[in-house]
């Protein structure tokens, strides 16, 4: 059922296909957000060619939702934007064919009636769950191990639970860690390894992959292919940390050092380098 | 009608002494924006010597739409105030006399209830309406081209309706783009050439300068000036672009070189190279 | 009563302690305050080792005010929550023991109905009271000297006030201008010199250093320390910026050494400039 994990990094043609085609296609991507990350969150499409616009004013979460490539949900973006926003933003994006994310941030930390809400937007047809250990066991129905937004438990303890949930629900499952697991319905199961643990000192990384993956999702038409383009959006952040982290001098030139990597990383290899 | 359009840049004196009188007296500039541009824009803000506020706190938007020198107010801010704190917004600067920027951000992408509450705003006396071209044609009538915050018209397009708009309403209408247009009541037209394509590939840039314009309008009180206050707006950011691009590494580090030169821009010539 | 003002910098013991426990114990920090500001706010005490948690999601603010190491409330943060969120977080907090500092933000600068909200907060027993001198002025029942978030008071004026709040409400206040200062209820008085005039040209470095004040809350279990907690918080920044200051080409890019800065700083004489 579960067969071995399959490592993949930027290097992998896959991965520069998607880029590629995000540079190309410049894909509206809609996301319902929280603040503190909307900003990285934007910049980080950006980077990469995509076209977003985040948030829930008069008349977007139905239109952006129906129109967009493709969408994240961001449970945190529950501090500005009510659960009926996101309802009818994902509402819309189903009656559109329009894939979505759902990042659970903080899920397990102790705020039953925001996990509640998380919980049914999660038996909405997302096409991916991405989260870190705490937040995924949560939603999967283990125990609640989050502190705030922080993680508390390890991908190893995530996985069987995570594996579960992917099968249950046919969603792919996305989990953050030292390295990043993506799991889908049918046991396949791809490891990200690299990337760097000044990501985690940066608010907003993990946010902001969520919208990347939406992004990689608006390019991937066929759902067969998702697996790889959620895997893509991931190998990407993982080797924009590595090209940021020698240089960095601290947390915040790393975060201007990785989307500035975001941004320089082409499809042909070998330009990767070049400024 | 309608004259041959003048360029004008940062080298032209009066852009250099609205710079100054901006340093010199702090205007206070109120801004009701999105929280994806909030921080940008008051930063932006900040390195002219300019004193933001935003948001609309209880009591703000009466009080600091009074009391400012200057307001913008970003249509995509209704992502987080309402309407209604708008519209108290506008209706006590005009009250007090104080100038304010309209911003239609993504007008004309599909959203209707979110259109039409821009098409209030704009007729409640704006001193200026700001956007792309996508954003400034929806504003005066003509087809909805927007995807997202994203124009997909070009200026040329866009030129005979601004100018309509402009005579129409008796508003400054500037449109960003590869050079910036700005079109008064009378047929004046100014053109902003230089800026960076950069800068479309950093969120919140078009709606910082509509921040930026406002500080403009707060050190220039016979509205006759008006017109040259908002190309001044417009000739500090192209230059900024100019200085940042070169030594970018990327989108980010190019964000944070163009709010550097803001801040290191100085009215006498001969300074603004120097760090 | 008011004994002689004791000066405090990064090299104090206290001090170096403070970041220390920070960085060994991860204190799960939690903060109502305003998207102009969060990001920064949450990269501060992301680059110290503290894990911050932002916004009042539905059910946030009674779990995260209950199990927080302590909460910072940014009067400003009624741009993006309800009066009754804070409400209801600082009655968690003050279930749990919690300690809670107050930021009154642009207080006194016109808008009486925030205002008042502010005076109801600061009488449900902050631990600290944290503002530039005409927000503390202004609390302090003195006269209202604000200009949107700018203050246009001096600390000499704002001294005595600030000893008479500190003395009536059992609250400790600090104040951040060319120097810090810090008054406990019983006339200590310190002083933290140093510090950079940049900090006030870059958007939300005041808010965030509410932020970090309560991150050396959450490691001082006694409150008879909390004097020294808030000076050291205090006496981090003004390290930080003067670290940051030196090598910047702007506003900007004294933002982010500053930050930097803040991840660079050990606990350990000797460490802090190396890179």
Not at 105 to 117: F, L, P
Not at 173 to 201: C, N, Y
Not at 236 to 246: F, G, Q, W
Request: some cysteine.
């Amino acid at each position: 059922m579960c067969s071995a994990p399959l490592p993949m990094d930027y290097d992998n043609p896959a991965c520069r296909s998607i880029l590629q085609r995000i540079r190309f296609t410049h894909p509206f991507v809609y996301g319902l957000t929280n603040y503190v990350a909307a900003t990285l969150s934007a910049n980080v499409l950006l980077a990469v060619g995509a076209a977003p616009a985040i948030g829930a004013a008069p008349g977007w979460a139905s239109s952006f939702g129906a129109h967009a490539g493709a969408m994240w949900v961001n449970a945190a973006g529950l501090i500005n934007c009510t659960a009926q926003d996101m309802i009818v933003a994902v509402t819309a994006a189903n009656a559109h064919h329009v894939p979505w994310v759902l990042d659970p941030v903080a899920m397990g930390a102790g705020a039953s009636e925001y996990d509640t809400i998380i919980h049914d937007l999660a038996m909405r047809g997302p096409a991916v769950i991405r989260g870190n250990a705490s937040e995924v066991m949560a939603l999967a129905g283990g125990a609640a191990t989050a502190r705030g937004v922080e993680t508390t438990a390890s991908i190893t303890q995530a996985l069987p639970l995570a594996a579960k949930l992917a099968q249950a629900r046919g969603v792919i499952v996305a989990i953050s860690g030292p390295e990043d697991h993506i799991l889908a319905p049918d046991g396949q199961h791809i490891i990200i390894p690299g990337g760097h643990p000044m990501l985690t000192a940066v608010t907003g990384m993990g946010c902001a992959l969520g919208g990347l993956v939406a992004a990689a999702l608006a390019v991937t038409p066929s759902g067969n292919d998702r697996l790889l383009a959620v895997a893509a959006a991931h190998a990407l952040y993982a080797r924009a940390a590595e090209m940021a982290a020698p240089v960095a001098q601290g947390t915040a030139s790393f975060a201007t050092g990785f989307v500035d990597a975001l941004s320089r990383l082409q499809n042909v290899t070998g330009e990767a380098a070049s400024g």
